[in-house]
């Protein structure tokens, strides 16, 4: 583009030029509404520029404020669009001046190794970024150092922390904290799904779209090499009488199915169903005991249930099980 050539032949012809007191900010402000329009491949060099003139401006150090909502534009486009150099660095000179933004965004950046450098000394500047976030109580700077610490060291200490973390989140701010990868265009990743099952866990939100706690937590056992096992265990129901515990929930019914299709085909299981049927009155325990355990029953067994069916509710028993198996029973 002409004009940013032009921009950076007076530049280096007179450095002056930079000075907050000469042309500085409005130099910026033309590469930056330039940095809007031109193709993506010459947005970093529109970046770089804006960069040489807050550098050359080492004694206001606050100046990148002045263009926030439009850096903090440029550098969401760029992630985006995948174009992590350009976002890194616009990411970077937004956090130097205290952006709370542009800081979550380079230390999540940095911590899922999207940035140039990747070594050991990025993942504490990483968690130097988050530590200022967390002491303004801001929601993601919780999540990004929960994740840090779970997806990166992984010990179970650490994925104890992130446990805390995600539970100190308040209740006001989960929506943000939810819709942040779908935002950025990333909707699914895994660490979307492990922060569902936080919140969900700790009763932060009342279902996730990716289902209940224990299939979550399958996904996670799943895709996380380090995921603990004793959150994998705590997310399974030891018995039915433990599912309908959680009756109240807005899960229940995918619990109860989830629980279900665990159950082994035995006359324990049937006997466990049985138990339940005693204190509940719940079609779905008929149905699976009907359907799926008939063969584990005494034909005395089965004409009590029939007739307990029969009282309790007004849907037809043969949507349950056909006529004849019916007749057979009833002869």
């Not at 909502?69 to 174009?83: E, H, P, Q, V």
């Not at 509940?280 to 584990?296: A, H, K, M, P, T």
Request: with cysteine.
């Amino acid at each position: 583009m002409v004009e940013l050539e032009k921009i950076k032949v007076a530049m280096e012809n007179n450095p002056s030029v930079m000075d907050a007191k000469c042309e500085g900010f409005s130099i910026v402000s033309e590469i930056l509404n330039m940095a809007l329009i031109v193709p993506k491949e010459q947005v970093l060099e529109c970046i770089e520029i804006a960069e040489m003139v807050f550098s050359y401006n080492s004694d206001l150090p606050d100046m990148p404020l002045t263009f926030e909502r439009d850096l903090f534009k440029i550098g969401f486009m760029a992630y985006t669009t995948k174009s992590f150099e350009t976002a890194e660095k616009t990411f970077s000179i937004l956090s130097q001046c205290g952006n709370a933004e542009g800081r979550n965004y380079y230390a999540f950046m940095i911590r899922r190794k999207e940035t140039k450098e990747k070594s050991d000394d990025m993942l504490i500047k990483a968690v130097h970024l988050i530590r200022e976030g967390i002491a303004e109580n801001d929601a993601f700077s919780f999540v990004n150092m929960g994740l840090l610490l779970a997806l990166e060291y992984g010990d179970d200490e650490d994925w104890l922390l992130c446990d805390d973390l995600i539970k100190s989140i308040p209740k006001t701010q989960t929506e943000d904290v939810l819709t942040w990868w779908k935002k950025i265009g990333i909707h699914g990743d895994i660490e979307e799904v492990l922060v569902n099952y936080f919140l969900l866990r700790h009763g932060k939100i009342k279902k996730s779209s990716f289902g209940s706690k224990k299939k979550i937590s399958d996904i996670l056992s799943e895709k996380i090499p380090n995921f603990p096992q004793w959150l994998k265990e705590e997310s399974h129901f030891s018995s039915l009488d433990a599912v309908f515990d959680t009756m109240l929930d807005d899960d229940f019914d995918e619990n109860l199915t989830e629980y279900f299709e665990d159950m082994p085909l035995s006359r324990k299981a049937a006997e466990e169903i049985m138990a339940e049927m005693k204190i509940w009155d719940e079609w779905e325990l008929y149905r699976v005991l009907l359907q799926n355990y008939i063969s584990f029953l005494t034909n005395d067994e089965i004409k009590k249930i029939i007739r307990a069916y029969k009282k309790k509710f007004l849907m037809p028993l043969s949507t349950i099980i056909d006529e004849s198996t019916l007749n057979n029973i009833c002869e």
